[in-house]
C-alpha cells in the first residue's frame, strides 16, 4: 500500500461534503455532508497515524469522532428549531443576515 | 482523482499486499459513489442510508490501516448513535421525509466548482508531496496503547473533550426545547 | 471557583522553582494582582445575585486587595531600582504554555517601571470607580453584571499590562475589547446604546488586525519570538531589518488608531459614551483607551527603529497624534452632551500622548498618561455627579448654575478642568509641558534639545493647548454658572461619589510633583524627576533616548497660550453670552456656538465640526453603502453591457466566420462551449457580485471555501517556485 490512496480518497470525500454543504438546500443534508468532511478528516488522520506509527492520529480520531457526535446534536437543535419557528428546514429561506 | 486512478494507484503497488489493495479499491470506490449519492439523491431518508455505506467503508479503511479501536468507535457511534440522531430529526422536521426540493442549478454549478477546483489543488499537493511514500503497516495498534496515550499525554484534551460534550448535551436541550 | 483555585494552586507550584532570584514577594507574585479580580468576576457572576449588596463588596474586597499588592510591587520596585546601579533588570517570570513547531510559547508577567507604574494607574482608578458605581449605579436591573464586567475588565486590563510576551498582550488587548463592548451595552434595551457598543467593537477590529499582521511581522522578523524582552533586545541591538520594522509599526499604529482612539479611527470613542459613566471614566478615559499607548510604550525599541524617532522632524506616529490632539479638541467645541466633550477631550489628550511617544518624549507620555488618568476620571466622575442630579447630559438644556447646589463637585471639577487645562501648578502643566520640551522644537533661550527637531508637533501641541483650555471654559459655564435650566432641584450627590471626586482631585492637583523637571529651582534636587527615574527602562531592552532640557521660557509660553485660549472662552461665555441671555431671557439652547451666525467661513467649520468632519458619513455612507450597492451594480452592469456585449459580439462574429470556413462540429464547439459559456460565466460573475450580501449563509461558504483554496493554491506555487 502506499499512503497516498488513504490521502486521495480523504480529498476526493472532502470535496463530495464539500460540494454537498454549498449546494443543498435542506438543512439535515447540509449536516450529513459536515460528517462526510469530518470523516475525511479522520482518514487522514488515521492514515498518517499508520505512516508515522504513532498513535497520535488515532487518539485524536476519535477526538473528532467525539467532537462530531457534538456537533450533530448542535446542529439537529438548531436546525429543529429553524423548523419550529419557520415551517421549513430550507437553507436559502434563512436569510437574516441579508446586508 | 477518480476512483479509477486510485484503482490504478493500488495496482501500481505490486508488492505482497495485493489482497489489502484490492480490498482498499473495493471499498474506496464504493465510499466514493455512495458519498456522491448521499449529498445528490433527493431522498433525503436515503441520503442517510448512503452516508452509513460511506461511514461503514470509512471504518474497514481503519482497519485496512490496523486502527481496530477506532474502526470500532466508528461503527458505534457514527452508525449506532449519529445516523440514528439524523433519522430523528428527518422525522421531527417531517417536510422533508420525501422528495428534498430540487438543487437550484446555478448553486450547484458554484459548489460544483469549488469542490473540482478543491479537489485539484489537493490532488496536485497530495502526488506532489507524497506521490511514492510506502505505507506499511506491521501490526495493528493495540488497544492499550491508545488508552494509554489518551490518559496520560492527552488528558487535558480528553477532559475538555468531555466538559464539550456535556456543553453539547446542555446547549441541544436548551436550543430545541419549547417555550 | 473551585477550579480557578485549583489553577491559582497550580500557578504557585508551577512559578516555585522557576524564580532563581527572588526579587520580593510583590514583584514575584504580581500574578496576584489580576487574578483577584478575575476570581472576583467568576463569583460575582454565579453567587453575586444571592450576595448581600449584589455582589459590589465582592468586586470592590477584590480590586482592594490588587491596589494594595500594586503598591507592595510599586514600594518593592524602588527598593529594586535604588539597589541597580547601572540600568536596571525588569522582573521576568514565566511557564511555559505549549510548544508547537519548535517554538514555545510562553505565559507569564514582565514587571518593570512601566508595568508597575499602570497597575498602580488601573487598580487605583479602578477601586475609585468600583466605590462610586455602588452608589451611581444603584438600583439598576443589571446592578450585579454590571459589577461581575467592572471587575472582569479589571482583570483583563493588568493582565494585558504584565503580559510578558506579543501573543498575550493580544489576548488581553481582545479582552479588554470585549469588556468595553458589554460594559458599553449594559443598558442594551436601547437600540443606540447597542449600536455604540457595535461601532467599538467593529471599529476597534479594524485595528485589531493591524495588530496581529504587526505581531507577525515582529515574530519572524525577530527570530521566531514572541517574548518582549528578547525581540525588544534584538531590535535594539539592529538585528532586525529596518523595512520589517517599519511594516510592524505601521501596522501597530493601525491598532493604537483604533484602540487609543487616534484620528480617522476614533469614531467609536464618543459614542462609546453611551456606556454607564463609572465605565466611561474607567474604560474610555483613564485604562483601555491607554492599551494602545502602553503598547507603543512596551515595545518601543520596534517604533524608535522602524519610525526613526532620533535625529528626524517627522514620522508617522507623531503626525497621528498632532492631528489627533488638535482635530479632537476642535471636535470638543460643538458637543453639547457634557460626556462627549469629555469623550473629545481624551481623543485630544491620547493624541499628545501618541505624539509624545513619536518624538521620542518617553517619559513625558508616560507621565501624561499617568496624570490624565486622574484627572480625566474625575472630569467624568464630575460629570457623572451632575447627570446624577439633573438626570441628563445635556449642558445646553438642563444645567447651568449648579456651583450653588453641588459645591463639591464643582470644586473637584474646576479642579480637574485646570489641570487638563495645563496651569501650573497642577499635574498637567508638568506633563504637557513635557510633552511640549520634548518636541525639541522649542529654540528661543538655549531650547530644549531633545530627539529631534519636530517643530510642526511643538506648534499643533501649543495650539491644541490653547483649544483645551478653551472649551473645558465652555464646559463650566454651561454647567456650573448662569441661571439652572434642568428641572427639579438639583442635590449634591452623596458621600460614595463625592470621596472618589475628591481623591481624585488630589492626584489632579499634586500629581505633577513626582515629577519636577531636572533643574528646577524651587523644588529639592534628591525629589526631581522621580517619575522618569523609578519607571523608565534602564535596559538592553529600552532604546537609548536623549531627555529634553527643561525651558523657563517654554513653561512661560505654554501658560501664556492656555490663558489666552481660556481668557478667549471666558471673554465670549462669562460676558457676551451671559449678558446675552440676562437681557433676552432667551434659553441657552438657542444661543449659538462662538461667531457662526457671522456665515460664510466660521459657518462652515462650525457645520463641519458638528457633522464630525463628516467622518462617520463617510464610513457608513460612502464606503459600506459603496461595497454594498454601487459598485456591486457597477460590476454587473459592466459585466451585463460590456464584456456580455463584447463576448456576443465576438461570440456572433467568430459564429458567421465559422459557418462560412469551418465545419459543423467546430462551430458547435466553438459556439456552445467557449462562446456561450464564457458568457454564461461573466454573468454568473455578476450575478454572484451583485447579490454579494444575500444573506444566503451558503453563498458566503462558497466563497469563503473558493478563496481558501485559492490561497492555498497560490502559497503551494509559490512554494514550488
Redesign the interface.
Known sequence: MILNQFLLLAAVLFCVG?YG???RRNGIM?LMSVELILNSVNINLVAFGAFRDHVAGEVFALFVIAVAAAEVGIGLAIVLMIYRNRRSID??E?????? | MSSAGLLAAAASDGDLFVAQNVFFAVIAVVMIISAIRCVTTRNVVHAALWLVLVLAGTAAQFILLGSEFVAVTQVLVYIGAIIVLFLFGIMLTRASMGDDESVAG??R???G??AV??AV?MG??LI?SYSDTRLVIEEPQRFSAVSDAIFSQYIVAFEAVSVLLLAALIGAIVVARKE | MFAAALVAADETVAYGPSSTDSAGFFLDYAWLVPLLPALSFLVILLFGKRMRGGGAGLGIAAVSGSFVLSIGALITWFDHRDEAHEGVAAVHRSVGWLTSGGVTFDAGILLDGLSVMMLLVVTAVSLLVHIYSTDYVAGDSRYTHFFAFLSLFTATMLFFVLSDNTLQMIVGWELVGVCSFVLIGHWWEEKPNSDAALKAFLTNRVGDVGLLVGVSILFFAAGNTFDTLTLSERVNAGEVSHTALLAASLCLLAAVMSKSGQFILHTWLPDAMAGPTPVSALIHAATMVVAGIYMVARLYPVFWEGMSIAGSSINMLALVGAVTLLFGGLLAFTQNDIKKVLAYSTVSQLGYMVMALGVGAWTAAMFHLFTHAFFKACLFLGSGSVSHAVHSFDMKADMGGLRKAMPHTYRTFLVASLALMGLPPLAGFWSKDEILAGTGGWGFFGGTQANGAYTLMLVMGMLGSAVTAAYMTRVIYLTFFGEYRGHGQPHESGPRIIVPLYLLATVALLGGLVNMPKGFQLWPKAWQERFGHYFEPEAAYFPYIAHARPSWSLGIAATVVALAGAGAAWRYYFKAVASRSAASAQSLTEIDDGPVSRGGLPRAAHTTLVNKYYLDHLYNGVIVKAV?GPIAKAAYWINQRVIDAVVNTAGRRSVTAGRAVYDHVDQTLIDRIIVDGSGRASD?TG??LRTI??????????IL??AA??L??VF?LIL?L
Request: without cysteine; aromatic residues 4%.
Open positions: 464539500v454543504v454549498l449546494a447540509v437553507l436559502t434563512a436569510d437574516l443576515l441579508k446586508g | 446555478e448553486k454549478l458554484m459548489a466548482l469549488v477546483l478543491l489543488v496536485v499537493a506532489d | 454594498k454568473a450575478e454572484n450580501q444575500t444573506g444566503k449563509v451558503q453563498q458566503y461558504a462558497a471555501f473558493a483554496t485559492i492555498a493554491g503551494m514550488s
